[in-house]
C-alpha cells in the first residue's frame, strides 16, 4: 500500500486531490471525487441501505500481521453469543481475505437474491461478507488497482442485503489508502461509530499505528480506542509471563498517552488464538477461562459502552413528523 504525501491536505479538506502535495498521489483521483466534483450517487444509496444498522465499526492498523481479521471475527463472536444481538462482518481486505477461513466458511459462496447478495451465516445472527466467497480458490490471487477494489467496496456496502444489524463490523487491510478511503467516504454520510486500531508491543508497529491514528484524524474518523495484540505471553503450565514482542518505547500504553487516545485493554498471546483461527471456530468456545478471552470480553465490553453512549444514524435523522 502506498501512503499518502507529507503535507496531505486529507480526504475531508477542500482541496483534497488538488493540492500541490497531491500530485503523484495514488488517492489523488479518489480524493478529487470528494472535493467539489459531483458527489457519487452511490453515498446516498449507501445511507439508505445502512439505515437498517445500528453501529458501524472499523478495525485497522496501520501495519500488517498485528491480528485486525483475528480480532475482528472474535468482536463479531462477541458480540453475536448475545442471541438478541445481529452482527455483520465485512470483510474489506481484498488482496488478502482471510475472514472466511478464520469464520469456518472456505468454500461458501455469495448467493443472489431479489434484495441483493445475501451474506454468509455462521449462526442464525451473524452474517459474512468477503471477496473470498467470490473466488474459485482459496489459493487465487486478487490482482486489481485500485479502482477496481474501490468498485468492489462500494458493492459490498451499498447491493449486501444485510437487514437489520445491531453491529456491522469491517475488517480492513493494512494501511491508509484506497481501502481505507472508500469505506470512510462511502460511509460517512450514514455515520461511523469510529473505529478500532491494532497495535502490537514493539515500535516497529507502533511508527505505523501512529500515522493510522493521523489518518483518522484527517479524515475525521472517531477513535474508538486502541487495542494492543500479542501483549506478552501467559505460559499455561507455569503462568509466567515473558514479552515476546518488548514494548521497548513504553508500548501501546505510551503512545496512548502521547497522542492522547483511549486504551481499550491488552490481550495476551495464546496458542490456541491460532489453531482456533485455522479451525475456524470461537476462541471463546475453545478456551472460555483463557487470559486472552477475560482481556477480549472487557474490550468488546468498553467498545459496546462506546456504541451505546454515541446515538445511531436513525437517532441523529430528524423526524418525519417535524416542522
Known sequence: MEEA???????????????????????????????????DPAVEEIKEKMKTVKHRILVLSGKGGV???????HLAHGLAEDGDTQVALLDVDICGPSIPKIMGLEGEQVH???????????????????VGFLLSSPDDAVIWRGPKKNGMIKQFLRDVDWGDVDYLIVDTPPG?????????????????????????????ALQDVRKEISFCHKVKLPIIGVVENMSGFICPK??????????????????????????????????????????????FVEAPDSPATVAYRSIIHRIQEFCSSHPSLKETEPSATCS
Open 238 to 283: 507455569c503462568k509466567k509471563e515473558s514479552q515476546i514482542f518488548p514494548p521497548t518505547t513504553g508500548g501501546a500504553e505510551a503512545m496512548c498517552q502521547d497522542l492522547k487516545v483511549p486504551l481499550l485493554g491488552r490481550v495476551p498471546l495464546d496458542p490456541l488464538i491460532g489453531k482456533s483461527c485455522d479451525k475456524g471456530q470461537s476462541f
Open 112 to 130: 443472489q437474491s431479489g434484495s441483493g447478495w445475501s451474506p454468509v451465516y455462521v449462526e442464525d445472527n451473524l452474517g459474512v461478507m468477503s
Open 176 to 204: 491508509t489508502s484506497d481501502e481505507h478511503l472508500s469505506v470512510v467516504q462511502y460511509l460517512a454520510a450514514a455515520h461511523i461509530d469510529g473505529a478500532v486500531i491494532l497495535t502490537t508491543p514493539q515500535e516497529v
Open 5 to 39: 504525501p507529507h503535507g496531505c491536505p486529507g480526504a475531508d479538506s477542500a482541496q483534497a486531490g488538488r493540492g500541490a502535495s497531491c500530485q503523484g498521489c495514488p488517492n489523488q483521483r479518489l480524493c478529487a471525487s470528494g472535493a467539489g466534483a459531483a458527489p
Open 67 to 73: 491480528g485486525k481479521s483475528t480480532f475482528s471475527a
